[in-house]
């Protein structure tokens, strides 16, 4: 079965602090992404991810790609409240579709 | 920048009507997707296309059907609707790239059945 993982499912932390959120995925693959979901709102796509090792930076936010351990992380730095939304990893499993986790909802607290 | 639009923001419908949900993408792209998001529940594939006039089932398809006559449009169809039906859909469209699958999301319907 495909399965995609998140944790935690919630999160709230407070401004300044580091956090990561964790995304496992049943299979193999080496194509991951990331999105963020503002509240009422649509998806929006932060981070492509193509191979193993692959890591990419946007602000106090850094995504990495594990493929063996069929981990990806999307880690936070000093933490600011317009950081607070949902975040999706989704995974590429050869399939024409993407595998979306269950989202981790980020909450800033100032 | 792509470019994927829906019909309508919100929608309020009664049960048993039969409801269109209209999607455009503007970016030439191959594959287009139907979600439905339910809080947590997270996002759930209904159907998808892969070129003008295919379609494939989705993990929730029933009580869904689905048309794409043009390349950027593709249409998702209640044919009566029902409350359980009462969701947030999202629409979102990738190319046919092998390996490269980054899908871009329209900004959501969400319905409401009475």
């Known amino acids: 079965e495909l399965k995609v993982e998140q944790n935690p499912l919630f999160l709230s932390m407070q401004e300044g602090k580091n956090y990561t959120i964790y995304c496992n995925y049943s299979?193999?693959?080496?194509?991951l992404y990331w999105y963020r979901q503002d509240p009422g709102k649509s998806l929006e796509s932060l981070f492509v991810?193509?191979?193993?090792?692959a890591v990419k930076q946007e602000g106090r936010l850094m995504a990495s790609l594990d493929t063996k351990a069929r981990l990806s992380t999307l880690h936070i730095t000093a933490a600011v409240h317009d950081l607070s939304a949902t975040y999706f990893c989704?995974?590429?499993?050869?399939?024409?579709?993407?595998?979306f986790g269950t989202g981790t909802r980020l909450t800033i607290i100032p | 920048d792509v470019k994927v639009t829906q019909s309508s923001r919100y929608l309020v419908k009664r049960t048993g009507e039969k409801v269109f949900l209209e999607c455009v993408q503007d970016?030439?792209?191959?594959?287009m997707f139907w979600y439905r998001q339910d809080p947590g529940l997270g996002l759930r594939l209904i159907y998808f296309?892969?070129?003008?006039?295919?379609?494939e089932k989705g993990d929730i398809p029933e009580g869904y059907s689905v048309s794409r006559e043009k390349k950027e449009r593709f249409s998702l169809i209640l044919e009566s609707a029902s409350t359980n039906q009462t969701s947030m859909y999202l629409c979102a469209s990738s190319f046919s790239v092998r390996g490269y699958n980054e899908q871009f999301f329209g900004p959501g319907t969400r319905l409401t059945v009475l």
């Open positions: 991810l193509l191979s193993n090792g």
């Open positions: 989704a995974v590429d499993f050869g399939n024409e579709k993407l595998t």
């Open positions: 970016m030439d792209h191959e594959n």
């Open positions: 296309s892969y070129d003008v006039k295919m379609k």
């Open positions: 299979t193999t693959s080496d194509r």
